[in-house]
């Protein structure tokens, strides 16, 4: 299984990105998935996420902001990201949970990150 993220790059403050993230290889079913950021010198932080239902989940300092989203059929998940911040810069990480036999339970999955840099 591998999740490949796209869509990051250099914005300026006030604009706004849209990353992307699939998930391919061996899957019976993916469940949660969501992105997490990490800025230089800090910790991973949670960012979004959203259930197989469609029910999403924010961190405080992106509500109102983001915007996630799925499609299901194509094993892809999305983060809409309006009105950024210079502190909104981070590397961008997805994850899913993914169960790969009818039989198996599901493990983390994590993309390679993409870098997003929002400038003032």
């Known amino acids: 299984v591998q999740l490949q993220a796209s869509g990051g790059g250099l914005v300026q403050a006030g604009g706004s990105l849209r990353l992307s993230c699939v998930a391919s290889?061996?899957?019976?079913?993916?469940?949660?998935m969501g992105w997490y950021r990490q800025a230089p010198g800090k910790q991973r932080d949670f960012v979004a996420r959203?259930?197989?239902?469609?029910?999403?989940n924010y961190s405080d300092s992106v509500k109102g902001r983001f915007t996630i989203s799925r499609d299901n059929a194509a094993n892809t998940v999305y983060l809409e990201m309006n009105s950024l911040k210079v502190e909104d810069t981070a590397v961008y990480y997805c994850?899913?949970?993914?169960?790969?036999?009818?039989?198996?339970?599901?493990?983390?999955?994590w993309g390679q990150g993409t870098q997003v840099t929002v400038s003032s």
């Open positions: 994850k899913a949970e993914i169960s790969q036999t009818v039989l198996a339970g599901y493990r983390d999955y």
């Open positions: 290889g061996r899957i019976f079913r993916v469940f949660e």
């Open positions: 959203i259930s197989t239902s469609g029910y999403p």
